[in-house]
T-cell receptor
Framework: EAQVTQNPRYLITVTGKKLTVTCSQN?????MSWYRQDPGLGLRQIYY???????DKGDVPEGYKVSRKEKRNFPLILESPSPNQTSLYFC???????????FGQGTRLTVV | AQSVTQLGSHVSVSEGALVLLRCNYS??????LFWYVQYPNQGLQLLLK??????LVKGINGFEAEFKKSETSFHLTKPSAHMSDAAEYFC??????????????FGKGTKLSVKP
């Protein structure tokens, strides 16, 4: 089954404690991206990757890092989380051309 | 650059009534347009997509959307709302700019409520 898998689904952490949210896709897609979703603000892109070892900033990259060492994985790293990073995070992947994007189930992060 | 605007952050309809969710796009070239649905506590799921093959696009769960170039619109409709349609709906357009091709640009979403 084609899918994008994010882990964990829920995470509560403390300010400053480094964390990683993993994302993996099994569709051999070149393109992957991370979004955060906040009430009233819709989906805002954090980072995206056009292919292995190619990453670029989205609209709200501050406080986040990503890496793309393998085609299937695109982890999101918060080196020093802060309360304003409390949000719902989605990973997505997309093949070449203007095909549909596939989304993970989301990670609800709370930073206290 | 491409963009989408969804009119109405909240729409409420009665069960059995027509659902109309509005989306207008901005693009200097023929766009690739999508509607996604997000049910509570879930990720986004594709409802339908427009890729220039036909102006009336049929999707899942009885939804359809019509591409109108003259109005730069891609409104989502369903003839008869069901309680299970309560969700948030997002319109999106493919980013056609060279450096960021592959990106989807999303509207802010419309939350649909269905009253019994």
């Amino acid at each position: 089954e084609a899918q994008v898998t994010q882990n964990p689904r829920y995470l509560i952490t403390v300010t400053g404690k480094k964390l990683t949210v993993t994302c993996s896709q099994n569709m051999n897609h070149e393109y992957m991206s991370w979004y955060r979703q906040d009430p009233g603000l819709g989906l805002r892109q954090i980072y995206y990757s056009m292919n292995v070892e190619v990453t670029d900033k989205g609209d709200v990259p501050e406080g986040y890092k990503v890496s793309r060492k393998e085609k299937r994985n695109f982890p999101l790293i918060l080196e020093s989380p802060s309360p304003n990073q409390t949000s719902l995070y989605f990973c997505a992947s997309r093949g070449q051309g203007h095909t549909e994007a596939f989304f993970g189930q989301g990670t609800r992060l709370t930073v206290v | 650059a491409q963009s989408v605007t969804q009119l109405g952050s909240h729409v409420s309809v009665s069960e059995g009534a027509l659902v109309l969710l509005r989306c207008n796009y901005s693009s200097s070239v023929p766009p690739y347009l999508f509607w996604y649905v997000q049910y509570p506590n879930q990720g986004l799921q594709l409802l339908l997509k427009y890729t220039s093959a036909a102006t009336l696009v049929k999707g899942i769960n009885g939804f359809e959307a019509e591409f109108k170039k003259s109005e730069t619109s891609f409104h989502l409709t369903k003839p008869s709302a069901h309680m299970s349609d309560a969700a948030e709906y997002f319109c999106a357009v493919s980013d056609l700019d060279g450096g960021s091709q592959g990106n989807l640009i999303f509207g802010k979403g419309t939350k649909l409520s269905v009253k019994p």
